[in-house]
């Protein structure tokens, strides 16, 4: 795209990345398959640096991160998602149900219960603030 002189937006980055963590995590559950379960941590560095390199023109939205942290969670990379949520956090970035459950499942899944009862406090709090009753509620179960 840089080529061509075309500037990508938030959006075409976001479609981008979500396609090749998805086609990373295709791979490696391909290559573990008859292995133990799990998944290999995938490298999405290079494209996430590229990504903050473009800083004062791309800035990555909730929609970004939240990929982002579903992949690490489905490939057991739980603190590189949790370092992902704390950086959207301190970007002031209103994280969504979406990003919530991508952690709340790798939670379970770890066996972090202490973790999944601070993120559902989280949810609870974000709850009795909410001004609209059109705002999403979490089903959490």
């Not at 080529?3 to 990373?24: A, S």
């Not at 998944?39 to 800035?59: A, C, H, Q, R, Y």
């Not at 603190?79 to 994280?95: C, G, K, T, V």
């Not at 919530?100 to 972090?112: E, I, M, N, P, V």
Request: net charge negative.
């Amino acid at each position: 795209m840089k080529e061509r002189g075309i500037k990508p937006d938030v959006i075409t980055c976001t479609v981008l990345l979500d396609g090749r963590l998805k086609e990373n995590l295709k791979r490696a559950c391909s290559l573990q398959c008859g292995k133990e379960r799990g998944v290999e941590k995938t490298d999405d560095s290079p494209f996430w640096n590229e990504l903050n390199d473009m800083g004062k023109e791309i800035e990555p939205d909730v929609y970004c991160y939240t990929v982002l942290i579903d992949s690490h969670c489905k490939t057991n990379n739980f603190q590189d998602a949790i370092d992902l949520y704390d950086e959207m956090i301190a970007r002031e970035l209103q994280h969504d149900i979406v990003t919530y459950t991508a952690l709340l499942s790798s939670c379970w899944r770890k066996g972090d219960r202490y973790r999944v009862i601070t993120l559902v406090d989280e949810i609870l709090k974000g709850l009795n603030q909410m001004t609209e009753p059109s705002q999403c509620c979490p089903v959490v179960f």
